[in-house]
């Protein structure tokens, strides 16, 4: 199974609202991901967990919160919001053991949440 | 700073034709360089990935390469079907920038039964 699920698959909220992202994968992978991607854009890094540790903050607004309870899910905590924001969000998974062994494993994408914030 | 480019940005082909789509890295210092395949709104699907050490890899009708002296690798896709049709994305992971992956901006591949 290598299977990266994300829920939910569309979310549409106001600038006030709060909202979480989800992100579920039982590999056994130790290293988590976020990225955004606008459209005809190539994906862009926001997060990576290594074990359950946040390891790379690519100078993300703290509108954006993530959260990492266990090695199995991984969490993107939304609050007030910017239309800009808007965006597909994309959760990844891999193996990494160790910093540079990360760089060995394939990462393994979700299908995404379309977000829409009005 | 490592920076990856794709070429071309878009391609049309007529369905059985065979096809090369190119990345270019400026930086020859990774561990890695992997191939995506993107459906429109979905998420990205790990199609090969080559390690430094090595300079190929099969998977089907797919083969990669890599030359990291030129920075350069290709995907190879033979036989080409309508349902190749999709965004391929390169990706290369850099010693140096934090254990990021490097994204080129992608080829917009439609294949014409």
């Known amino acids: 199974d290598t299977e990266v699920t994300q829920t939910p698959k569309h979310l549409v909220m106001g600038m006030t609202n709060k909202k979480s992202l989800k992100c579920e994968q039982h590999m056994g992978h130790r290293a988590m991901y976020w990225y955004k991607q606008k459209a005809k854009k190539p994906p862009e890094l926001m997060f990576v967990y290594s074990y359950e540790k946040l390891s790379i903050n690519e100078s993300v607004p703290s509108r954006f919160s993530p959260e990492c309870p266990n090695s199995s899910l991984l969490n993107l905590h939304l609050h007030a919001l910017q239309p800009e924001d808007s965006a597909l969000y994309l959760c990844?998974?891999?193996?990494?053991?160790?910093?540079?062994?990360?760089?060995?494993?394939?990462?393994?994408f979700g299908a995404g949440t379309r977000l829409s914030v009005l | 700073k490592q920076e990856v480019t794709q070429i071309p940005a878009a391609l049309s082909v007529p369905e059985g034709e065979n096809l090369v789509l190119n990345c270019s890295f400026t930086?020859?210092?990774?561990?890695?360089l992997q191939w995506f395949r993107q459906d429109p709104g979905k998420g990205l699907t790990s199609l090969l990935l080559i390690q430094s050490s090595q300079r190929e890899q099969t998977s089907g009708r797919l083969n990669a390469s890599l030359d990291k002296s030129s920075g350069r690798s290709t995907l190879y896709i033979a036989a080409s079907q309508p349902g190749d049709s999709a965004t391929y994305l390169c990706?290369?992971?850099?010693?140096?920038?934090?254990?990021?992956?490097?994204f080129g901006q992608g080829t917009e591949l439609s294949v014409k039964p």
């Open positions: 990844a998974s891999s193996q990494g053991s160790r910093d540079r062994e990360i760089a060995k494993n394939i990462q393994y």
């Open positions: 990706a290369a992971f850099p010693y140096n920038q934090g254990g990021k992956l490097i």
């Open positions: 930086d020859s210092a990774i561990y890695n």
